[in-house]
């Protein structure tokens, strides 16, 4: 069985640019969800999505976007990038919405602003 | 809001000990606690997952310990080996929550 796959591996952009990452949950997988891993901060949680919908975004600022597709991958759009975006973004995915499902992630996608 | 904390941040142990790593929780409303492995610049591999009706959960070398009422869980690793090295993250899910909260980690060198 095929796990969370991310792409792209790394990812370099600019101030003021927009970013886009992707993600391919593991098969039979419906929840999405999205983590911010900055060095020195731990993980934070960012986004979650289930059968299409947004069901819950943490604490970051709305230029922090994404969507989720009727294949269940996602996507995570980032716009306006400023330098305390760079950060390793992970994507994990869950069977369904169920609080006992363990989550899975992929290997991340390294953000650099330059 | 639900904290979650790891001590110490970093250790070192000769191959062969036993390794022992904290985790402790400020909320013990919560549905689960998972223990996970990264490696340097990867992402995490799930290692265990305990359900908060549970009090441990085994998996080889590994066995990890849950008192949800205290708000602590410990990872035991038996006879650590060179390939254990790596930062092992503690993560739980509240009550209401279908997010993470996830600890900073400790960083394990296992010295051969």
């Known amino acids: 069985e095929a796990g969370v796959t991310q792409s792209p591996t790394h990812l370099i952009k600019t101030r003021g640019q927009q970013a886009t990452l992707r993600c391919s949950p593991i098969s039979g997988h419906t929840s999405v969800y999205w983590y911010q891993q900055a060095l020195g901060l731990g993980l934070q949680f960012l986004l979650w999505?289930?059968?299409?919908?947004?069901?819950n975004r943490g604490n970051f600022p709305p230029r922090f976007s994404g969507r989720q597709f009727p294949n269940y991958s996602s996507e995570l759009n980032v716009n306006a990038l400023e330098l305390e975006d760079s950060a390793l973004y992970l994507c994990a995915s869950s069977r369904g919405q169920g609080v006992h499902q363990p989550q899975h992630f992929g290997d991340g996608t390294r953000l650099s602003i330059l | 809001k639900q904290e979650v904390t790891q001590i110490p941040a970093a250790l070192s142990v000769p191959e062969g000990e036993n390794l022992v790593l904290n985790c402790s929780f400020t909320?013990?409303?919560?549905?689960?606690l998972q223990w996970f492995r990264q490696d340097p610049g990867k992402g995490l591999t799930s290692l265990l997952l305990?359900?908060?009706?549970?009090r441990e959960q085994t998996s080889g070398r590994l066995n990890a310990s849950l008192d949800k009422s205290s708000g602590r869980s410990t990872l035991y690793i038996a006879a650590s080996q060179p390939g254990d090295s790596a930062t092992y993250l503690c993560a739980v899910r509240p009550y209401g929550n279908n997010r993470l909260a996830f600890g900073k980690g400790n960083q394990v060198v296992v010295i051969p």
């Open positions: 305990i359900q908060s009706s549970q």
């Open positions: 909320d013990s409303a919560i549905y689960n």
């Open positions: 999505y289930d059968e299409g919908e947004e069901r």
